[in-house]
């Protein structure tokens, strides 16, 4: 049996934002039943919730069927870039698509840019 919860690829458009931000994606195939749901998002608010006890600032936005954040590292961090990333389920899919650049970006943006992913899925 082929093993379909591996990441795939799934080619997005980064230059919408308008620069060289870097902008991952990741994408799974969604065969989880609820309960490895509910674990796999209890994994991602405990990592914004390890930023926080590092000192970052974490900004959660609930947008039209998406989870996202915005995370911005402490001052004395001078070297770590700030992140939005936004999480959603589409087409069978669960992914993610974050943002990193010192450029001012918002939740919103990224929203359009996880969206622009989401209508390239099988």
Do not use: H
């Not at 989870?67 to 911005?72: D, G, P, Q, Y």
Request: glycine share 8%; proline share 7%.
């Amino acid at each position: 049996m082929k093993d379909r919860t591996k990441a795939k690829r799934c080619p997005a458009a980064t230059g919408s934002l308008g620069g060289p931000p870097t902008s991952p994606l990741s994408v799974i195939r969604q065969v989880l039943s609820g309960e490895q749901r509910a674990a796999g998002l209890a994994k991602l608010r405990q990592a914004l919730e390890d930023l926080k006890k590092q000192g970052w600032t974490v900004e959660s936005a609930n947008i039209a069927g998406a989870a996202c954040s915005t995370a911005r590292p402490p001052a004395s961090e001078s070297s770590a870039l700030p992140l939005v990333g936004c999480f959603m389920e589409s087409k069978g899919f669960a992914f993610s698509v974050y943002v990193v650049t010192r450029a001012t970006v918002t939740p919103q943006q990224v929203k359009a840019l996880a969206d622009k992913a989401a209508a390239r899925l099988p």
